[in-house]
């Protein structure tokens, strides 16, 4: 996941999956969903997150492998 501290705009490296198919869900530092995408299936997916300054839980899940979570931190 770069760049990290982040304006918004978010692009996560998923080429360590064959074939990166699954969602991918952002939380804020409360625990509440604030977006949702679907993985398309390509190594680069773009991810436009919008909202205040603060952390926020990216929870990467593609089909056939474990759920993964990373931190971001947006800063405008």
Request: glycine share 10%; hydrophobic share 40%.
């Amino acid at each position: 996941v770069y760049p990290n501290p982040t304006d918004g705009q978010v692009n996560l490296d998923l080429s360590g999956s064959a074939n990166p198919v699954g969602t991918v869900k952002v939380f804020d530092a409360y625990g509440k969903l604030v977006l949702q995408n679907q993985l398309d299936g390509s190594p680069l997916f773009r991810l436009a997150i919008a909202g205040d300054d603060g952390v926020y839980f990216l929870s990467i899940e593609v089909e056939g492998e474990a759920p993964v979570t990373k931190r971001v931190v947006l800063a405008h």
